[in-house]
């Protein structure tokens, strides 16, 4: 069994940035990368907002150089999935981490960066389409959508913020909801109906999407199982996922403190748990933002938090 003063788990924005941080505080950090390396950035086709790439950059170019930026202080690798955790809740620090169930290690500070997935529908064609006008961030890919026609599914609070931004910057947008109301706040919901580029299609479902290599419309089921039941068919240029996000935090739960969503609760603006030595960065404990930069800020502040927690250690 190794002994680590800094063990990661995750290998996207924050999990990186907080191996570059921890490194070049000689924490001599090992990082685990995960079954996704490069995490959920790694599911859309351009970055074109991340500071430093004025042109734009392709996700794994920019996950390449941040590990490659995190290996150059002296980050060790190692693949593979974490199963199996065990975290100290006395403030001797021993945390213990399995990978694969074999390979155990023994941490003073764990850093858990291991990210949320976007709910998708679960229909045949939402994959066939990722990357090719599927998306389940408009604030990452809706600049690509300038002047073209585009349908948000969901009907809550993050459907109609991303339906409105996306009618900042498209010709049309179509919202699919499934019931005949929205669950938004009266706020959100005013400012969607009263905005006449957006049309909502209540009482919808998806049933595919459509398209030569890419997406180009949607066949949609209206009023499902009623009388009135019918197959629409929309011409669209991008199709939005808006119906939530699935935090990585099963090993997790029963261990530290979630909300109901089961994001990890952090203490203050610090990135420590309720279990000393243990900091959570990115999207696994932001369930507002959800964008890589803020990922990476927080990977550099749970870097700093646990170079901190150690020095007061002794």
């Known amino acids: 069994m190794q002994h680590e ?8 924005p924050a999990g990186y ?22 995490g959920q950035l790694m ?20 996950m390449d150089d941040l590990r ?3 290996e150059r202080f002296g980050t060790r690798f190692v693949s593979g999935e974490v199963t199996r955790v ?22 003073a500070t764990v850093i858990i960066a291991t990210g949320a997935k976007a709910k998708y529908l ?39 913020e991303e339906a409105s931004y996306l009618a900042n910057l498209c010709q049309k947008v179509y919202m699919i909801v499934r019931k005949p109301f929205l669950r938004a706040s009266e706020i959100m919901q005013e400012r969607v109906l009263s905005n006449p580029k957006i049309e909502v299609l209540f009482e919808h479902n998806t049933l595919q ?25 929309i011409d669209i240029d991008g199709f939005f996922l808006a119906i939530g996000h699935t935090p990585q935090t099963t090993l997790f739960r029963g261990q530290l403190q979630t909300n109901e969503e089961g994001y990890i609760q952090t203490v203050g603006v ?17 369930p507002h933002y959800r964008q890589a930069i803020v990922a990476a800020a927080a990977g550099c502040k749970a870097a700093l938090d646990a170079e901190r927690y150690l020095k007061q250690k002794g």
């Open 5 to 12: 003063q800094c063990l990661i788990i995750g290998s996207g």
């Open 17 to 38: 940035t907080a191996a570059i941080y921890a490194a070049r505080a000689n924490l001599n950090p090992l990082l685990i990368e995960g079954p996704q390396v490069g």
């Open 43 to 62: 599911t859309t086709t351009e970055v074109e907002n991340f500071p430093g790439y004025p042109d734009g950059i392709q996700p794994f170019e920019m």
């Open 68 to 70: 490659r930026q995190a």
């Open 86 to 107: 065990e975290l100290d809740t006395t403030d001797t620090a021993k945390h213990h981490i399995w990978v694969e169930e074999n390979d155990e290690y023994e941490a």
């Open 122 to 160: 679960g229909i045949e064609s939402e994959q066939t389409y990722k990357g090719r006008g599927v998306s389940a961030c408009a604030t990452c890919d809706g600049f690509f959508y300038r002047k073209k026609t585009v349908a948000v599914v969901g009907g809550g609070d993050t459907a109609c």
């Open 209 to 233: 999407l459509t398209g030569e290599g890419k997406v180009q419309g949607a066949d949609l089921i209206y009023k499902k199982g009623t009388a009135e039941e019918k197959i629409v068919h």
């Open 270 to 286: 610090s990135t420590a748990t309720n279990i000393p030595g243990v900091f959570a960065a990115g999207d696994c404990a932001d």
